[in-house]
């Protein structure tokens, strides 16, 4: 029996809403990168992006456990001697939440050309409003995400 590899022509992308309101970043990132994987499908191949597109909506709302806010830390470097910046994740989320979920995400996505088109499925809001009415997105649920 031989092994099924759909093709790019073969592939059917759907479009999903995450409302990410009191859901934990973590188990948000993990449900949210599996869908953007692909592995969900029963298509999924691991060298293909057979993934579909999911839209997070209120990652302002976005809960860390644990007191994370104030352990974790977040690091950008710009090349030069010194360059080195530091962040917590809780001013981060304060500032500029869609970078945290974005960032929380693509630490589990593959790191090579796939993860990187497989990221641009990928559109994160700090609001409850997105400009992708058009592609009708579904809701999607993860219960098991959400903080107790």
């Known amino acids: 029996m031989r092994t099924y590899t759909p ?8 479009w999903f809403v995450v409302d990410a309101e009191g859901m934990v970043l973590g188990r948000l990132a993990t449900e ?7 592995k969900h499908k029963p298509t999924y191949t691991p060298h293909i992006d057979t993934g579909d597109h999911v839209i997070v909506i209120n990652a302002s709302k976005v809960v860390l456990t644990s007191n994370k806010g104030d352990k974790l830390f ?15 994740y809780g001013q981060l989320i304060a500032t500029k939440p869609e970078e945290a979920v974005r960032r929380a995400i693509r630490g589990m996505l593959p790191k090579n050309r796939l993860g990187r088109q497989q990221l641009k ?15 009708d997105p579904q809701p999607l649920e993860f219960t098991h995400a959400k903080a107790r």
């Open 7 to 14: 093709k790019a022509s073969e592939i059917q992308r759907s």
């Open 32 to 38: 949210v990168a599996r869908m953007l994987r692909g």
């Open 74 to 88: 977040v690091h950008r470097h710009s090349g030069y001697p010194g360059g080195l910046r530091t962040q917590s």
């Open 121 to 135: 499925k990928l559109k994160v809001y700090a609001g409850p409003v997105h400009p992708h009415v058009a592609q």
